[in-house]
């Protein structure tokens, strides 16, 4: 089974940025459909950005010119670059991998991913 493993989290001034990083297990020749979700605390998890295995992008409108998802020369990774961090991105960002023959659609629903990383810990201070 992958395993998705989340870093690069911490705690910014509002106007900060941070990068974190996605890591699979291991590498394999299968596609896969990459995504980043995130969940404050008392509301429901909620999509942020991803990428198809064809590369095409999706950001929800609340990131979007402020975030950009990207992956690694190595397939087993990926990114999300924060810049103009708000107190509003306070929350756990969760990384996301949806195994797929080849996807040319961005997948922006927690049901379409299969895997899922524990999540790294987000914070802005206003």
């Known amino acids: 089974q992958v395993q998705l493993v989340e870093s690069g989290g911490g705690l910014v001034q509002t106007g900060g940025s941070l990068r974190l990083s996605c890591a699979a297990s291991?590498?394999?020749?299968?596609?896969?459909?990459m995504g980043w979700f995130r969940q404050a605390p008392g509301k429901e998890r909620e999509f942020v950005t991803a990428m198809a295995s064809s590369g095409r992008t999706v950001y929800a409108d609340s990131v979007k010119g402020r975030f950009t998802i990207s992956r690694g020369n190595a397939k087993n990774s990926m990114y999300l670059q924060m810049n103009s961090l708000k107190p509003e991105d306070t929350a756990v960002y969760y990384c996301?991998?949806?195994?797929?023959?080849?996807?040319?659609?961005?997948?922006?629903?927690?049901?379409?991913?299969?895997?899922w990383g524990q999540g790294t810990q987000v914070t802005v201070s206003s």
């Open positions: 996301a991998a949806h195994e797929a023959r080849y996807s040319t659609v961005v997948p922006t629903t927690i049901r379409a991913y299969d895997y």
């Open positions: 291991e590498r394999t020749s299968r596609y896969y459909d």
